[in-house]
């Protein structure tokens, strides 16, 4: 009998030729497993079904894991406001974990002695895999065919094509990672550091040219509500607000940073849902939270959209973090509206009881009522005396 191979299958090219390398090359019973973290729809994910028979797996299965990636993902990325280099609302690295687990947890219960994955060995998701895949399933072993044979995408299509695989070959340039949390993008432009990704590389495409209002409510920091419709369901309150941005093209953006392993990297992406709701999560923070719950929080996410993206979910000092932006929730409550234009967004206002500006203290640069002249006065008089130390000591110092 063949040893059982899990290949995390996505429907793409490096995973498909993983497909056929290890069954025919290898002599492995395959089995391919695609975790589902609500980037797919049903007719999609029927059409990556009938690929991976296509390709002759022995058993195909769709593992839906996209309520753990939002219940224990997602809501505390917006919590954190999590946009890596100010920029990437992290919608590839931190749905990677999710699917490494529901891949491990898949390959112990039909007994697989190996797991695959299709990474190469230049980017971030190999070490993702590898990590996870080392700590909860050590004793079965991974292969890495696109890693170990260094293959370029030209030379995987070479080999598809010899095997009588039929695709769109011209779709395949372009590398496409689809979650509910942003669609990411890589292809020859992304490989330099001066072009930019084409339009029709993008899978969504702008329908609208028209502006119009759109209006997201949360509660205790989730999003609950848009456009005055009430979503009982978080994650089919995101997937309406993508619908409504994609069809802008809004979201559109190119990451440039550090990976884990070293180098520097470019990926495009496309994210209306998490740049909306991440913006108008913020700012309806900046009405609802101290001024050292914002500082903090700021530090904090920070380090956690860094850990998380560094495949370091595992890590128990994240969930103390998580229980800490859950914490600073309980007042980020209200409405916040927007206005939508082709390829971009502003801001307008919040509506919300916890609003701080509304208080019987004063009107920013207007009027005070709490205080009065001679208060101030006091205060900056005090506020004032290390650095009038200071300069007393060090005369001359402090001149610019």
Request: negative net charge; aromatic residues 10%.
């Amino acid at each position: 009998m063949k040893e059982k191979v899990v290949v995390a299958y996505s429907g793409g090219l490096d995973t498909s030729y993983c497909v056929k390398y290890l069954a025919k090359e290898r002599n492995l019973e395959v089995w391919s497993a695609i975790a589902n973290t609500g980037g797919f729809s049903d007719v999609e994910l029927k059409d990556i079904e009938e690929k991976a028979y296509g390709l002759g797996v022995a058993k195909h299965v769709s593992l839906d894991v996209t309520d753990d990636y939002y219940n224990k993902c997602i809501r505390y990325m917006v919590y954190g406001n999590v946009l890596k280099n100010n920029t990437y609302p992290l919608s590839v690295s931190s749905e990677r974990i999710f699917q490494a687990l529901a891949i491990v947890d898949y390959a112990r219960n039909i007994g697989a002695k190996y797991i695959a994955h299709g990474s190469t060995g230049a980017g971030n998701d190999q070490v993702r895999f590898d990590l996870t895949f080392q700590i909860l399933a050590p004793d079965i072993e991974i292969i890495t065919p696109i890693r170990d044979q260094v293959l370029s995408r030209e030379a995987e299509i070479e080999y598809l094509k010899k095997e009588g695989v039929e695709r769109d070959w011209t779709k395949m340039a372009y590398s496409i990672n689809k979650g509910l949390w942003g669609t990411s993008i890589g292809g020859k432009e992304t490989l330099t550091s001066d072009k930019g990704l084409p339009a029709e590389a993008y899978p969504s495409q702008p329908q609208k040219s028209e502006s119009e209002k759109l209006e997201l409510e949360f509660a205790k920091g989730e999003l609950v509500g848009v456009n005055g419709k009430s979503f009982a369901n978080k994650i089919d309150a995101i997937k309406e607000v993508e619908k409504i941005g994609s069809a802008y093209a809004i979201g559109r953006d190119v990451h440039v940073g550090d990976t884990i392993i070293g180098i520097k990297g470019r990926v495009g992406f496309e994210a209306a849902a998490p740049t909306l709701i991440i913006k108008a999560h913020h700012l309806l923070e900046k009405h609802t939270l101290t001024k050292w719950q914002m500082y903090w929080k700021e530090q904090i996410s920070n380090w956690y959209g860094m850990m998380l993206h560094e495949a370091m979910y595992l890590e128990p000092v994240l969930r103390d973090i998580e229980a800490f932006l859950e914490s600073t929730q309980q007042n980020v409550s209200g409405k916040v509206y927007i206005n939508l234009h082709p390829y971009r967004f502003e801001m307008v206002g919040i509506d919300s009881a916890h609003d701080l500006m509304k208080s019987d203290f004063g009107e920013y640069g207007e009027v005070n009522k709490a205080w009065n002249g001679d208060d101030v006065k006091g205060f900056t008089t005090i506020i004032s005396n290390s650095l009038k130390i200071y300069n007393n000591v060090n005369k001359g110092q402090l001149e610019l």
